[in-house]
């Protein structure tokens, strides 16, 4: 570094008038620079990066997680620039980085936000290792879905449960303070709609109301604002015909005028040159000036900011004032990650990877995540002690690879522990274990093996079959328009059901599946999402009954995938469907009137309930809901309500129950949806044991957008349900007064 020009520090001088001296020493060149994300994942980063890093001309990189590799690019940028500038170091640390965690929508299932803060944080530490200061996480999308590929990686299609575990993935990155050991910041994407993608097809256009934007999918970025989100990424695909990475409505009216965002925006990877592919501009220094003038601070991967903004500023097509303002933030941020005081990484200051605790929060966070969706008759837990013999059949039993799931880029095969090498630890000598994968991979036809796989479960006391997706059918660009159990999966459970023996399904997927096909052919039904690094213990320890599932689902699912979308917060309609309305095609009298069919909201083939609504999830407790009440019957708006209820547990053994707050407001200025989770609670019972649950209800959470776009209170009567899910049927109702 230039000797003329000394290293900025923190040294008591307040970080905006650091950022500020350090502007104004900057070239047009080296803002650009900052401004300037590279991809650093081929051949060796620092020999064809040295000229840039040099010229200040390289904000960012990402994709580099050799720590040495790392350290090499930032004594470049700092000892060998002429204003010593450190980088940010960027990677897509989703649901875990060495030690991986269930995928988004399983830590979803949890229903959890200190267990997924506790994620988040292990996942932090363990990237800051390799020199990473920076993750494009939490996606925070409402997904509504099924069909599309980032599903798992959203939290799910209800916006309280989102927003709560937006803002325990933040703090769990980002610490109490950035600088903090193993804080790396964080980026809530992608704003905004990107889970209303049309068909569930990844990329595709969106087009939602500005009521329902700011009523459903606005909500969990705010949430990550008020958290302290560092930095906001928009979302690829155009919204109400303006795509995100240009919407100066999205970027600046809502995000920086209306919520105060100060933190960096980031663009999706090359998303700023594809404005011109959208139609939305002419070529490449077009995308530019939209996108910076929308108010994209960086650009990722592309060079449409380093090819055309100086020329755009010459031409006074985009002000000086932009880019100062762009380049604050990017530097702002670097302060406060400590880069200017220590920018190098020696991984001896962190504790080493797949430590202990990292494991062991793997673990708690599967076992959380895995939903009990059938159990016939007690099937499980199954009894050691009672089986002589266990038949493992299906190609997930034993997927090391495949049980990750999406968007693992650092994550090992060989660390993985599979529910099969964990049901042979469990069952040891004493129990005979035969597993017949019986498929390939998940999309595989039936074959001979089939056969070897009736024979083992004919024999067998009892079978567990391992079906689902292999980890590459969920993800960006991956999205499915059938979703059902790929391959001849659904022939397989019928051919083992033949067999007359106990069977039991774990599924492994990274969305929502349609599984009427398959729900009345086995015994019982585990849905345990793709569950990460720790996934065969917890897998084992519950078919076993070493722990009861907890699990929750995040989403609905369908019965079949022309009911999508079907989601728990729907509005009422003018012809809601009830029980005795709905007549099947099946039952159709061909010589009745059109009337007598039901004239409501639902379909002749599939009726109008899902297969499993959301928020559903069985237990080995037997739990009881009763004695729902209210502090008052009457609330004013500035007032806080008591809601309370009565949960018992009458089964044998402990475990933990969700208790789940659901509203409804029954007249407003603008429809409103038949339920509202507005409050949930883990709660662990013992056996005979009854606790009383309580929620707090302020009437903020009452508030919506009407048709005015003000966000308020109305006046009016409410109901209130507390139960296990969103089908919860004790319920109580309230009104609200107005203020005066």
Request: hydrophobic share 45%.
């Amino acid at each position: 570094m230039n000797s003329a020009s000394p290293k900025p520090t923190s040294d008591a001088v307040p970080i905006a008038q650091q950022v500020q001296l350090l502007l104004e020493k900057m070239t047009l060149a080296e803002k650009i620079g900052q401004m300037w994300q590279r991809n650093a994942s081929e051949g060796h980063p620092a020999d064809y990066l040295r000229e840039d890093l040099r010229a200040g001309r390289v904000g960012a990189v990402i994709n580099v997680v050799d720590v040495s590799v790392v350290n090499e690019l930032q004594r470049i940028a700092v000892e060998e620039s002429r204003l010593g500038i450190p980088l940010l170091v960027g990677r897509d640390v989703i649901h875990g980085f060495r030690t991986i965690m269930p995928l988004p929508l399983g830590l979803a299932a949890t229903w959890n936000p200190a267990l997924v803060s506790e994620c988040a944080r292990v996942s932090a530490h363990e990237a800051a290792t390799a020199g990473i200061n920076w993750t494009f996480a939490p996606m925070i999308d409402i997904a509504r879905d099924p069909r599309w590929g980032r599903i798992a990686e959203s939290f799910g299609e209800d916006v309280f449960l989102t927003s709560r575990l937006a803002e325990a993935m933040v703090h769990g990155f980002q610490d109490v303070d950035l600088s903090a050991p193993g804080a790396i910041a964080a980026c809530a994407k992608h704003f905004a709609g990107y889970g209303a993608a049309e068909s569930g097809r990844d990329y595709a256009t969106t087009s939602i109301p500005e009521i329902e934007l700011r009523n459903v999918y606005f909500p969990p970025f705010e949430a990550a604002v008020a958290a302290g989100v560092s930095t906001l990424m928009p979302s690829f695909c155009d919204l109400n015909g303006v795509p995100a990475t240009g919407n100066e409505f999205l970027l600046r009216q809502v995000l920086r005028d209306e919520w105060g965002f100060a933190g960096v925006i980031v663009s999706d990877w090359d998303s700023v040159r594809q404005l011109s592919i959208h139609g939305l501009t002419e070529d490449d220094a077009r995308s530019a000036q939209s996108a910076v003038l929308a108010g994209v601070d960086m650009e990722m991967e592309g060079d449409a900011y380093r090819n055309h903004l100086a020329d755009l500023v010459e031409q006074g097509r985009v002000g000086m004032d932009l880019l100062d303002s762009a380049v604050a933030r990017i530097l702002d941020l670097k302060f406060r990650l400590g880069l200017f005081d220590n920018p190098y990484t020696d991984p001896a200051d962190f504790p080493p990877l797949l430590d202990g605790t990292a494991l062991e929060t793997a673990r708690r966070a599967a076992l959380q995540s895995i939903v009990l969706l059938r159990n016939r008759d007690g099937t499980l837990p199954l009894c050691s002690e009672r089986l002589r013999s266990v038949a493992v059949i299906g190609p997930l039993a034993d997927a090391p690879h495949e049980q990750l799931g999406t968007w693992t880029f650092d994550g090992l095969a060989a660390d993985t522990v599979t529910p099969l090498q964990s049901l042979r630890t469990l069952l040891g000598a004493g129990t005979e274990l035969r597993h017949v994968p019986a498929m390939a991979h998940s999309r595989s036809r039936a074959g001979p093996e089939f056969e070897d796989a009736f024979a083992a479960t004919r024999d067998a006391d009892a079978t567990i079959v391992f079906l689902g997706e292999e980890a590459i059918l969920s993800g960006e660009a991956h999205s499915r328009a059938d979703i059902g159990l790929p391959g001849d999966q659904v022939d397989l459970v019928r051919r083992l059901r033949r067999a007359g023996k106990p069977l039991v399904a774990v599924i492994m997927a990274g969305r929502p599946l349609t599984l009427t096909d398959i729900v009345d052919e086995v015994d019982a039904l585990l849905f345990a999402w793709h569950p990460g690094t720790m996934g065969g213990p917890a897998i084992a320890d519950l078919l076993f009954g070493r722990e009861s599932p907890s699990g929750k689902l995040p989403a609905t699912f369908p019965r079949m995938v022309g009911q999508v979308p079907i989601y728990y917060s729907q509005k009422n309609t003018g012809k809601p469907p009830t029980p005795d309305q709905v007549v099947h095609i099946d039952a159709i009298d061909p010589y009745a009137p059109q009337t007598s069919l039901g004239m409501t909201a639902f379909h002749l083939d599939a009726g109008y309930r899902p297969l499993f609504p959301f928020g559903f999830g069985l237990s080995y407790a037997d739990f009881r809901y009763s004695d729902i009440r209210l502090d008052a019957d009457e609330i004013r708006v500035g007032e806080t309500l008591g809601v309370s209820v009565q949960l018992a547990n009458h089964g044998a053994v402990a475990a933990d129950e969700v208790v789940q707050l659901y509203v409804r407001d029954l007249v407003g200025s603008a429809t409103r949806p038949v339920r509202e989770l507005k409050g949930f609670r883990r709660v662990r019972v013992e056996p005979g044991e009854s606790v009383q649950v309580k929620f707090d209800l302020h009437t903020e959470h009452l508030a919506f957008f009407g048709r005015a776009m003000r966000r308020m209170t109305e006046p009016g009567e409410f109901h209130a349900w507390i139960g296990g899910s969103s089908d919860a049927d004790l319920g109580v109702s309230f009104r609200v007064l107005g203020a005066d």
